[in-house]
């Protein structure tokens, strides 16, 4: 093929076409074709992927702010406020918590998210919003009144004496400790139960004034009766049904929020109303997802 019909070469450049980083690029020889520009940036494959992650880090976290601020936590309480959380204690509660001391330090970036997360041993911290809905509930019991609506009473404790069953790590004792008189934790997993105590501690070195909670290592199915009667109860694991026990020890006028098994085998969340002459009212509020129900301690 003669030269002239050849196809002017493109890859690999040649030596002379390549740009060089402190002239600026090789003279083009007189009568040649001019070398391509040849972008004098580095190509990062990963690049894309780095800016992704900085930016979830981002959505996760407000830039320039640690998690320990308030503004982090602020920016959580909006987020259930869109989701219809309205009750002003729950907010507070969640505005004053900083949920990052209660996950593992590997996803302490995500502590601000509306996700679970695993905290060992099987078990998940839940998701802020399930927390948020599962405390309102008990918030606003018959009975009580709607410290949400305005010129309304501010009932400061709405909890009264309250029951936990399945502490976890202790996110959720220490909002319930907020809003109750007195709040007793039930972990039936040791290693759990000294892990939220470990968590609480580091809480109280934060937040000196917090009330305490009291963390019982034992079975939860079994509640506990030394503390009985509770205005609340609320639970973090779902059973085929509710036990006897909780709802021996649940007071007249009291609430009880737990998740139970459905006929589809799901769970659903349920609402207990003990009425001033001792029957129950239930009623249901959704699907939920929990981890089962166990007896025993180990």
């Given at each position: 093929m003669p030269p002239s019909d050849r196809k002017p070469r493109r890859f690999p450049l040649q030596l002379d076409q390549v740009a060089s980083p402190r002239s600026g690029g090789a003279r083009t020889p007189i009568g040649s074709t001019p070398a391509p520009r040849v972008s004098r940036e580095i190509l990062r494959p990963q690049?894309?992927?780095?800016?992704?992650?900085?930016?979830?880090?981002?959505?996760?976290?407000?830039?320039?702010?640690?998690?320990?601020?308030?503004?982090?936590?602020?920016?959580?309480?909006?987020?259930?406020?869109?989701?219809?959380?309205?009750h002003p204690g729950v907010l507070q509660a969640f505005a004053t918590v900083p949920r990052h001391l209660f996950v593992d330090t590997a996803l302490v970036n995500q502590a601000y998210e509306d996700t679970s997360l695993p905290i060992g041993l099987g078990q998940t911290i839940s998701k802020p919003s399930v927390v948020a809905a599962m405390i309102q509930l008990l918030c606003?019991?018959?009975?009580?009144?709607?410290?949400?609506?305005p010129g309304a009473p501010t009932n400061t404790k709405p909890l009264g004496n309250c029951l936990e069953i399945g502490t976890g790590c202790g996110y959720q004792a220490a909002l319930l400790g907020h809003l109750a008189r007195r709040v007793v934790s039930i972990e039936r997993l040791r290693d759990l139960h000294l892990k939220a105590r470990g968590n609480l501690e580091q809480l109280r070195a934060v937040l000196p004034a917090w009330p305490d909670v009291r963390l019982v290592y034992g079975d939860g199915m079994i509640g506990h009766a030394p503390a009985a009667p509770f205005d609340t109860i609320i639970a973090a694991a779902g059973g085929s049904a509710l036990p006897q026990a909780w709802l021996d020890q649940?007071?007249?006028?009291?609430?009880?929020?737990?998740?139970?098994?459905?006929?589809?085998?799901?769970?659903?969340?349920?609402?207990?109303?003990?009425?001033?002459?001792?029957?129950?009212?239930?009623?249901?509020?959704g699907a939920v997802l929990f981890v089962p129900l166990k007896s025993g301690t180990t």
């Open positions: 690049a894309p992927l780095h800016l992704a992650e900085r930016d979830r880090q981002r959505q996760a976290t407000p830039q320039g702010l640690g998690l320990d601020s308030a503004q982090v936590r602020l920016r959580m309480v909006q987020r259930l406020q869109a989701d219809g959380i309205s606003v019991r018959p009975g009580l009144p709607r410290s949400d609506m649940l007071a007249p006028g009291g609430r009880l929020v737990a998740p139970t098994e459905d006929e589809r085998g799901g769970q659903v969340l349920v609402i207990v109303d003990r009425l001033p002459d001792g029957r129950f009212q239930q009623t249901r509020a």
